[in-house]
């Protein structure tokens, strides 16, 4: 269904990332407007370190900028599905404020959306991906225990890095995902891609530039406790498709613009 938003909705999720955001929408910003394609950015900001607030001062008023959270840290699901329900664009995705993938790497992105494909993502480990800067080994070896462990639990098949965080999708197969999408933490994008295969959206994988920024937000114990957890009620919700809520798919979000949010 057309709509009278932008071409592009940029999702930026960010936790505390003060140091960061600015260099991250200045990039962005400049990228697009290279581009010369209609877009809006969607920052969706928790934590109390100034995020926001540097967010704010460089959209310096344009409504092509929505800056969504608060100062209670609600989770990278949560923030993204936010920002997805305020999304007006054609083609919705989200990419981490910390970087790690360039937006130029958008342009392997977009030509699989124009062929017939509902979601395009981006990965580490098919194609031609580049990884500029690794990981550290523990991280590289527990996330293919992770990878193992996931796929044994929630079914997921045929996705080689399902936590690369620049992710694209159609207007229609973004609202109706995620209008489903119920895990607030890093799990969701397993959530998303497993709510995608059963709904029976087609799903692209390309190998895309990447680094490592040496940075972790994960406590080691809690966090990866969590992690297991929101696997877990992926995998018990695998045979049933959660109801969408009242987004009205398809349809038209609220106008963006700058909005307060809470400080």
Same mark, same amino acid.
């Given at each position: 269904?057309? +709509? @009278? ?8 999720? $960010? ?5 960061? #955001?600015?260099? @991250? !929408? @200045? ?13 809006? /950015?969607?920052?969706?900001?928790? &934590? ?11 959209? $310096? ?12 840290? &609600? ?12 999304? =007006?664009?054609?083609? /919705? ?9 360039? #937006? ?14 509902? /979601?395009? /993502? ?19 070896? &527990? ?10 639990? +929630? ?6 890095? +399902? ?16 209008? =489903?999408?119920? #895990? ?10 497993? !709510? $995608?295969? +059963? ?34 009620? #992926? ?29």
């Amino acid at each position: 269904m057309p +709509t @009278t938003g932008p071409e592009l909705s940029i999702i930026i999720p $960010a936790f505390n990332e003060a140091r960061t #955001i600015v260099g @991250t !929408l @200045t990039a962005v910003r400049d990228y697009l407007e290279r581009r010369g394609k209609s877009y809006e /950015i969607i920052v969706s900001a928790d &934590g109390n370190d100034g995020t926001r607030e540097r967010a704010r001062e460089f959209a $310096a008023g344009d409504l092509r900028y929505t800056v969504l959270g608060s100062a209670q840290r &609600g989770g990278k699901g949560r923030g993204v599905r936010e920002g997805v329900h305020a999304a =007006r664009g054609d083609v /919705i995705g989200f990419v981490d404020a910390d970087y790690k993938t360039p #937006i130029e790497e958008i342009e392997k992105i977009l030509p699989g959306l124009g062929d017939g494909y509902d /979601i395009v /993502i981006g990965s580490r480990g098919v194609g031609e991906s580049k990884i500029v800067r690794k990981q550290k080994l523990y991280r590289r070896m &527990g996330s293919k225990v992770f990878a193992f462990g996931m796929r044994l639990v +929630t079914g997921l098949r045929g996705v080689a890095d +399902t936590q690369c965080g620049f992710k694209f999708f159609t207007r229609r197969a973004a609202r109706d995902i995620f209008s =489903r999408q119920v #895990i607030d933490g890093y799990m969701f994008d397993v959530e998303i891609l497993r !709510l $995608a295969q +059963t709904l029976g959206y087609r799903v692209k994988e390309v190998g895309i530039r990447w680094q490592d920024d040496g940075d972790s937000r994960l406590e080691l114990v809690a966090g990866n406790w969590r992690n297991a957890k929101d696997i877990l009620k #992926i995998g018990l919700s695998r045979f049933k498709v959660p109801a969408a809520r009242n987004w009205e798919v398809g349809s038209d979000a609220q106008p963006a613009g700058v909005h307060a949010g809470a400080s």
